[in-house]
């Protein structure tokens, strides 16, 4: 299978498997509430889009498989080990959540968390999310998002957009990703917004939720 639509940097790519990796544990404390409520039940087969280095085997049960949908091979070699090491069985896919190759209603779960950020096009994500869903299947997300217009942080998220797509690989804080997800077509959504007390201030405006198809 090979994938056009995601281009590897070949310094920043290891740089972010590294700090995904580093930063890992204070990532999880911050979202670990949200990922519990939205990862909650999870069938003994899920499908991950840009799985990373590993940072939600945590919610699978040993013994379950993951289909990694990750098209950024710096994060393949850490994403194995921590897959072995958590006893869960790692199905990867180095292809980009735009284009899964996945059959139609094939899937009851697919999960993400700080992807739909940084995906070339949320909206054609979501389009084949629904796709491979079963009827009844969920879409389960923890993403960060856009502030509400005019506020000091929404400025913020602005003045930095651009260092912050290079350090981060296309990462934007300026998406209003609820929208997308509501728009999608989905049966129903349920959709949280918080806000984190991190030192990442652009970041730390937040949506958790489930769509169900
Ligand atoms: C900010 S990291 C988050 C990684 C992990 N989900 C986590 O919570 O730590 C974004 C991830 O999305 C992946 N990614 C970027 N574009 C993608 C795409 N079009 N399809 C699938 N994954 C993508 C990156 O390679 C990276 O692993």
Redesign the pocket.
């Known amino acids: 299978m090979t994938d056009t639509?995601?281009h590897a940097h070949p310094v920043r790519?290891p740089m972010?498997a590294a700090f995904?990796w580093a930063a890992?544990g204070m990532?999880d404390r911050l979202l670990r509430s949200h990922k519990r409520r939205v990862y909650a039940d999870l069938p003994d087969t899920v499908v991950?889009?840009?799985?990373?280095?590993g940072?939600?085997l945590r919610y699978l049960s040993p013994g379950s498989t993951l289909i990694a949908?990750?098209?950024?091979p710096?994060?393949h070699g850490r994403l194995r080990r921590a897959a072995r090491r958590s006893g869960v069985h790692l199905d990867l896919r180095p292809?980009?959540?735009?284009r899964t190759h996945l059959p139609d209603a094939s899937v009851d779960v697919v999960l993400?968390?700080?992807?739909l950020?940084?995906?070339?096009d949320p909206g054609q994500?979501l389009r084949e999310v629904r796709r491979v869903l079963r009827p009844g299947g969920r879409f389960v997300f923890?993403e960060h998002v856009a502030a509400p217009a005019g506020t000091p942080l929404r400025r913020l998220q602005r003045w930095v957009r651009r260092p912050w797509a290079w350090c981060?690989?296309?990462?934007s804080c300026e998406r209003d990703l609820a929208s997308v997800v509501g728009d999608a077509g989905f049966d129903r959504v349920d959709v949280e917004s918080y806000r984190l007390r991190s030192p990442f201030l652009p970041f730390n405006t937040q949506i958790a939720g489930v769509a169900t198809r």
């Open positions: 639509l995601f790519g972010n995904f890992g990532f991950e889009l840009g799985a990373g280095v940072a939600n949908v990750e098209p950024n710096a994060m292809v980009s959540a735009e993400s968390s700080l992807v950020c940084s995906v070339g994500v923890v981060f690989e296309g990462c």
